[in-house]
């Protein structure tokens, strides 16, 4: 994964759609535990193992807070919610991984 926002990802819709500065579309108060349940609830089993895979990518990169924060630069800023970059990623990594085995779903990703 990249800054250019122009590749799109399944974490644009994260980010972006629930998490961008119009989050009070979902939440009045743009809370984040009820911004990502929104996100949880609301997305296809595709879309959430297509999110585990970005997080996937994503963590795999030593630069990958430059690059969150880069790709979504004006965007988003996980300082709104008090935590870092790094504190957003693993809080939603976990509870999206989380969500899936509680909804019974495969949290497995191919390996191409």
Not at 16 to 39: A, K, R, T, V, W
Not at 86 to 91: A, G, P, S, V, Y
Request: aromatic share 12%; hydrophobic share 35%.
């Amino acid at each position: 994964m990249d800054k250019n926002i122009e590749k799109p990802c399944e974490l644009d819709n994260l980010v972006i759609i629930y998490f961008g500065q119009d989050c009070d579309i979902f939440d009045e108060n743009c809370d984040f535990d009820n911004l990502l349940n929104e996100y949880l609830n609301t997305s296809s089993a595709f879309s959430l193992r297509m999110l585990l895979a970005n997080l996937s990518e994503l963590n795999g990169q030593s630069d990958r807070y430059e690059v969150l924060l880069g790709r979504y630069n004006g965007e988003f800023a996980p300082e709104r919610w008090g935590l870092t970059a790094q504190e957003w990623l693993d809080i939603v990594n976990q509870r999206l991984i989380d969500y899936m085995h509680e909804k019974g779903y495969s949290t497995e990703l191919s390996h191409f």
